[in-house]
Nanobody
Framework: QVQLVESGGGLVQTGGSLRLSCAAS????????MGWFRQAPGKDREFVAA????????YDTDSVQGRFTMSRDNAKNTVYLQMNTLKPEDPTVYYC???????????????????????WGQGTQVTVSS
């Protein structure tokens, strides 16, 4: 069965950096479009970033552009989210997600909507202190 395991969360000061990792198993990783989402308490899960199967194309939300970078290593079945210049308002739990079959999205809804992804990790908590 497909498993996604996030790691790398923790406590960081405002302006600091963290690198999240998501290790995948039980799937042919290079055939999966991958995403990162995040969720603050009491709020809906929101899209953060996504990456194509090859890793050549990345997509992110406006609020993290210039600060967060998503990458993948298909040899290691792992995706990463490098988060720089973290802010207290960056929500707390980050989730890794996987979606089979998509080569290149033709519209943003294909990768920004959480319901498009059938597989999810358990989440890793990120806390930014002010």
């Amino acid at each position: 069965q497909v498993q996604l395991v996030e790691s790398g969360g923790g406590l960081v000061q405002t302006g600091g950096s963290l690198r999240l990792s998501c290790a995948a198993s039980g799937l042919t990783f290079s055939l999966y479009f991958m995403g990162w989402f995040r969720q603050a308490p009491g709020k809906d899960r929101e899209f953060v970033a996504a990456i194509s199967r090859s890793g050549c194309h990345t997509y992110d939300t406006d609020s993290v552009q210039g600060r967060f970078t998503m990458s993948r290593d298909n040899a290691k079945n792992t995706v990463y989210l490098q988060m720089n210049t973290l802010k207290p308002e960056d929500p707390t739990v980050y989730y890794c997600s996987a979606k089979p079959g998509i080569l290149r999205p033709t519209k943003s809804e294909e990768y920004t909507k959480s319901e498009e992804y059938p597989y999810w990790g358990q989440g890793t908590q990120v806390t930014v202190s002010s």
